[in-house]
């Protein structure tokens, strides 16, 4: 089991920043995929970003690519997501994921509880 818990969400006006965390406990943070997604009102719940089990790789949505940063230290058993030039559009919850590789890819078994990004225009 991997516990993981959100943090960083907030109110922030367009073009502004926020720095979200996910602290996670209880396997070795090492041994998964991290990621990020987010979930507006009324849609699904969408990609944003991923990072590989030692932070060599990343990969982001079209979306927020440019904008926003993932990254993680395994000394701290945190991933982070930087995100920068807010819009509106990127309100939504944020969660982070724990993905596992099953052979075929991977399967993201561990959610945190999210944590809500609200971006005023």
């Known amino acids: 089991q991997v516990h993981m818990v959100e943090s960083g969400g907030g109110l922030v006006q367009a073009g502004g920043s926020l720095r979200l965390s996910c602290a996670a406990s209880g396997h070795t943070f090492g041994n998964y995929q991290m990621a990020w997604f987010r979930q507006a009102p009324g849609q699904g719940r969408e990609f944003v970003a991923r990072?590989?089990?030692?932070?060599?790789?990343?990969s982001y949505a079209a979306s927020v690519k440019g904008r926003f940063t993932i990254s993680r230290d395994n000394a701290k058993n945190t991933v982070y997501l930087q995100m920068n030039s807010l819009k509106p559009e990127d309100t939504a919850a944020y969660y982070c994921?724990?993905?596992?590789?099953?052979?075929?890819?991977?399967?993201?078994?561990?959610w945190g509880q999210g944590t809500q990004v609200t971006v005023t225009s």
């Open positions: 990072i590989t089990e030692s932070g060599s790789s990343t």
């Open positions: 994921a724990a993905g596992v590789n099953i052979g075929s890819g991977y399967s993201y078994d561990y």
